[in-house]
T-cell receptor
């Protein structure tokens, strides 16, 4: 149980275009999902917390207008990188928790974004 | 206070040896300490986790040792195998999922 599906697994886009990444909890409902960014050989950096039915909470330094997060249902959160630039190239990972009882966080398989 | 420190940054172990990764935290509000394993190009996968009411938890070849007074915890991988070669992240959070923080990671290489 506790499977999180992330799509696409990799994407290449042209500079100036927008890219949408989907994160789905397949066998549980997630009122909260998290979006991370990971640079090569570095740890995961939390970008934002996605709350179902409300606005996302962004970490300091993350541009909310550039990284649009939508959590329209209990099983789906999307991250849209708007007007992407080469410096946005990174590995984006989502995660979700089944609840507050120590089930832990399940991570998606990640999306490798390359902006050319 | 939100940081989780992790060492070593990289680790090379012979097949069959013991891999040991250490983490330390400051925030005493943390009450959930998971370890994640990440292979290149993949998301992290939960390996094993511990709560501070126990000092040790073992699952197969993986053991977490927890020292509440020292605010330290460690991962031991017994009989390390080449397939264990990955990056390992310790993390800390509250059970309510607040303030989830990752350590910087340890790149483990197990030589055949």
């Amino acid at each position: 149980g506790a499977v999180v599906s992330q799509h696409p697994s990799w994407v290449i886009c042209k500079s100036g275009t927008s890219v949408k990444i989907e994160c789905r909890s397949l066998d549980f409902q997630a009122t909260t999902m998290f979006w991370y960014r990971q640079f090569p050989k570095q740890s995961l950096m939390l970008m934002a917390t996605s709350n179902e039915g409300s606005k996302a909470t962004y970490e300091q330094g993350v541009e909310k207008d550039k990284f649009l997060i939508n959590h329209a249902s209990l099983t789906l959160s999307t991250l849209t990188v708007t007007s992407a630039h080469p410096e946005d190239s990174s590995f984006y990972i989502c995660s979700a928790s089944r609840g507050a009882l120590g089930y832990g966080y399940t991570f998606g398989s990640g999306t490798r974004l390359t902006v050319v | 206070q939100q940081q989780v420190k992790q060492s070593p940054q990289s680790l090379i172990v012979q097949k069959g040896g013991i891999s040991i990764i250490n983490c330390a935290y400051e925030n005493t509000a943390f009450d959930y300490f998971p370890w994640y394993q990440q292979f290149p190009g993949k998301g992290p996968a939960l390996l094993i986790a511990i709560r501070p009411d126990v000092s040790e938890k073992k699952e197969g070849r993986f053991t977490i040792s927890f020292n509440k007074s020292a605010k330290q915890f460690s991962l031991h991988i017994m009989d390390s195998q080449p397939g264990d070669s990955a990056t390992y992240f310790c993390a800390a959070s509250t059970l309510r999922g607040q303030n989830f923080v990752f350590g910087p990671g340890t790149r483990l290489s197990v030589l055949p």
